[in-house]
C-alpha cells in the first residue's frame, strides 16, 4: 500500500492505496463520490471522466498515484450547494440526457470545453464529443446543451 | 490487473535505475496504452515506473531548423502549440486528430511511437519528416527507428528524451480514421524536406514505412497528378474488420493524393 494525497473538488483528502488502484475506483469506493461512472472500463467511453488539474480524464485510465498531489474536480464538485451549474442546468432544461449514466462525463467533457471556448459551434462540440458516448439521447440535445451551456457559463 | 509495484521517477537516470533493477519493470508516461494492456492481462509488469514527474521530459522548442518535443509532451499540448503550428503545422494537426480530447490531455509523443501501434498517428510523422529519437543512450534515425509491429530500435529499458523534427519545407498529413476510435485505418505523410521528398504510410502495414515509388514519382513533380501512375500493392499490407488489404493499397493512393494537395 501507498499513501496518496490530492484535493478533491476542493477538499484535501489522503488514502491508502495500492499501486493498481485506479483513480476512479479511489474517486468510487474510497471516498464514496459515485458521481463519476465506468461505462466500459477499456477507456473507450468516457463516462468516467474528471477533472485533473484542469484537464479532461479517463479516471479509469489512470491510477490513483498518478494523481498524487493534483487538483480534481468530479461531477460532485460543480453544483453550488442546490443551485445546479449552468452546464447542469442547460443539460436538465436541453433534455440532454435519457438514463443519465453518460452525463456526469459529458458534462465534465463539455466544461472542459467551455473553458477553453465560450461560444462553441455545433461542429466544435461533436468534435470534442468524440470521446464520450451515450446509447440513449442520440446526441442531438447533448450537442444543443453543451452549446447553450457553455454560453449560459460566460453570464 | 494484477498487482505491481508503483515508482515515480525524479529524473531519467533514476527512471533507468528503476526499471533496470525491478523483475521486470517498465515505463509509463500517459498509461494511456499500457493500463488497458494491463487491465487485459496482456502485460503483467512486476513494477511500473511512472515518468509523470520527470519535467525535463515534456516541452517544445523550437528553432529556425527543429521542432523538438520532449517525450512526455502530451498530444494536447503539441496540437495548441503556437508554435508548432506555425513551423510544422502538419504536425499540429496530426496530434489534434488523435482519439479525442481526453486522450490527447493524457497520451505522449514519446509513449505513441515507443509503443509503435501499426495504427498510430505519430510514426506517420517521425518517419515522413524523417524525424531523430534522442534517448538516454543515443540518436536513432527515423528511419531505422520502426521495426515491425509494436517493435522499434529501443532496447529494454531504454527511453526515449525528446523526438528532434528538421523543418520541411512544407508538409501535410490526411488520414482515413476509424470512425470509433480515431486511429489510422491508413494515414499519409507527404512532405518536401531539404534531403528529398518523403513519403510515410501509417496504419497499412505492420509498422510505418515509406512508399519509395511515390517519393520519386514526386521528386520531379510535386503535385497529386504525378501519382497517378503509381500502384500500391495490397502484398503484406493489414487485412482486419475495418478494412483489407486491396482497400487498404487503394486508401494510400488517395491519402497520398490529398496529402500533396493539401500540402498547396
Ligand atoms: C480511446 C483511445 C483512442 C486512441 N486513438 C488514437 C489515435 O487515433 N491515434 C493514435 O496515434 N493513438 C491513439 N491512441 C493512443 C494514444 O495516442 C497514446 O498516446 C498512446 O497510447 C501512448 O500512450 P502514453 O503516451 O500514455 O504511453 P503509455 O501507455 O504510458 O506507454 C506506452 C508504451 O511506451 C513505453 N514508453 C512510454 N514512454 C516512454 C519513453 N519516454 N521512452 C521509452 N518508452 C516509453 C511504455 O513503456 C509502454 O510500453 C488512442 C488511445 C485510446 C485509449
Ligand atoms: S469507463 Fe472510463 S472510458 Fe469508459
Ligand atoms: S443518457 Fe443514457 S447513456 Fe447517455
Known amino acids: 500500500m501507498a499513501t496518496v494525497s490530492m484535493t478533491i473538488n476542493g477538499k484535501q483528502v489522503t488514502g491508502d492505496v495500492e499501486g493498481r488502484t485506479l483513480l476512479v475506483d479511489f474517486l468510487r469506493e474510497d ?10 472500463d477499456t477507456s473507450q467511453c468516457g463516462a468516467c471522466t474528471v477533472h485533473v488539474d484542469g484537464k479532461a480524464v479517463k479516471s479509469c485510465t489512470m491510477l490513483a498515484l498518478q494523481a498524487d498531489g493534483a487538483a480534481v474536480t468530479t461531477i460532485e464538485g460543480l453544483a453550488d450547494g442546490d443551485v445546479l ?3 447542469q442546468e442547460a443539460f436538465r432544461e436541453h433534455h440532454g440526457l435519457q438514463c443519465g449514466f453518460c452525463t456526469p462525463g459529458m458534462i465534465m467533457s463539455a466544461t472542459a470545453l467551455a473553458a477553453r471556448n465560450a461560444a462553441p459551434t455545433e461542429a ?9 458516448l451515450c446509447r440513449c439521447t ?16 460566460q453570464a | 490487473m494484477y498487482a505491481f509495484t508503483y515508482h515515480k521517477a525524479e529524473s531519467v537516470a533514476d527512471a533507468a535505475a528503476k526499471v533496470a533493477s525491478a523483475d521486470d519493470g517498465v515505463l509509463m508516461a500517459g498509461g494511456m496504452t499500457l493500463l488497458p494492456t494491463m487491465k487485459q492481462r496482456l502485460a503483467q509488469p512486476s513494477d511500473v515506473v511512472d515518468l509523470g514527474g520527470v519535467a525535463s521530459l515534456a516541452g517544445i522548442s523550437v528553432t529556425a531548423e527543429t521542432v523538438s518535443i520532449g517525450a512526455m509532451t502530451t498530444h494536447d499540448a503539441v496540437a495548441n502549440s503556437a508554435e508548432v503550428k506555425q513551423a510544422i503545422p502538419a504536425l499540429a494537426s496530426l496530434a489534434s486528430s488523435i482519439g479525442d480530447p481526453m486522450v490527447r490531455n493524457r497520451g505522449t509523443i514519446g509513449g505513441s511511437i515507443a509503443n509503435n501501434d501499426p495504427a498510430a498517428d505519430y510514426p506517420g510523422a517521425v518517419l515522413g519528416l524523417g524525424a531523430t529519437v534522442v534517448t538516454d543512450k543515443r540518436s536513432i534515425p527515423g528511419d531505422d527507428f520502426f521495426q515491425g509491429m509494436f517493435e522499434t530500435a529501443l532496447e529494454p529499458g531504454e527511453i526515449i528524451q525528446r523526438i528532434d523534427f528538421p523543418i520541411p519545407k512544407k508538409a501535410a498529413y490526411v488520414k482515413f480514421p476509424n470512425p470509433a476510435s480515431r486511429y489510422a485505418i491508413v494515414g499519409v505523410m507527404a512532405a518536401e524536406t531539404a534531403s528529398g521528398v518523403r513519403v510515410a504510410v501509417t496504419g497499412a502495414g505492420p509498422c510505418a514505412f515509406r512508399e519509395t515509388a511515390m517519393e520519386t514519382a514526386l521528386a520531379g513533380n510535386f503535385s497529386p497528378s504525378a501519382l497517378d501512375g503509381v500502384t500500391v500493392s495490397p502484398d ?3 487485412a482486419d474488420i475495418h478494412a483489407s488489404a486491396v482497400y487498404r493499397a487503394h486508401l494510400i493512393g488517395v491519402m497520398a493524393k490529398r496529402a500533396v494537395a493539401a500540402c498547396g
Open chain 1, 85 to 87: 451549474h449552468p452546464m
Open chain 1, 124 to 132: 466544435d462540440v461533436r468534435h470534442h464529443l468524440e470521446g464520450n
Open chain 1, 138 to 153: 442520440g446526441y442531438h440535445n447533448i450537442v444543443k446543451a453543451v452549446m447553450a451551456g457553455a454560453r449560459a457559463m
Open chain 1, 31 to 40: 471516498q464514496r463520490l459515485t458521481g463519476t461512472h465506468v461505462g466500459c
Open chain 2, 236 to 238: 503484406g499490407l493489414n
